[in-house]
């Protein structure tokens, strides 16, 4: 859960399984926006609830996580990747990692998380204990590497695994049912995934969402932030090998699976 609660976080479906995220400072009245996938169901729910967007943040250049930016942008400032800039929509700010940025009434830290593209960029309110992860730290799961090197996203993922337990992750899209498969078949001894993939399968039966996780979740059921463990090294038959090899392999599996 949030270490705070003064923030309004709401997860909106579009488009076939993306996810978008509000974001409200009800001391405030701003509100910030992750990623804008579709219009239309954004706009429901900001004017069901009478907020107006003053940020839209975007995390990476593909179609579904900026398509509706110029749609939604009105006076809201769009932040986005400084390396990515002239793939995106145009930005009134432009961030690299290490910046820091006032959000909704939180410092926001920007984290480079490049792999499933280069320049793709996570949004950290440590205050809130948010993580807008979009396609990098997936639930259950990571990105395809469409870009960046097994390296790369390994070295993304360690630092995204070094946020506090409690922080929730934010990721793009409901690919948990199907992330859930993978890593059973790679890691079915794990009683906490196996607990975790009886969960989700109640949660998508019901027309939940399966996100946001906790960090401490993904640490315990993700494959592919245990890669430098023990035990997922035996599981794959890989106890020798370094953990970037055995990010890779699982990658790999996941790609084919």
Known sequence: MPKTAPLELVTVPCLTDNYA??????ATGETALVDAPEAAPIKAELDKRGWTLTDILITHHHHDHIGAVD?????????????DAERLPRLDLAVTEGDLIRVAGQQVHILDVSGHTIGHI??????????FTADSLMALGCGRLFEGSPAMMWDSLQKLRALPDDTLICSGHEYTAAN??????IDAANPDLISRSTGVDAARAAGQPTVPS?????KRTNPFLRAD???????????????????????ARKDRF
């Open 214 to 218: 906790t960090l401490a979740e993904e």
């Open 21 to 26: 995220y509000l974001v409200h400072d009800p």
């Open 229 to 251: 463990l023990p035990e997922l090294k035996a599981a794959i038959g890989m106890s020798d090998a370094s953990d970037v090899d055995v990010f890779a392999e699982v990658r």
């Open 71 to 83: 749609d939604l942008r009105g006076t809201a400032r769009v932040v986005g990747a400084a390396a």
């Open 180 to 185: 859930a498969r993978f890593a059973l078949s």
């Open 122 to 131: 996570a949004f950290y309110m440590p205050d809130a204990g948010f993580a």
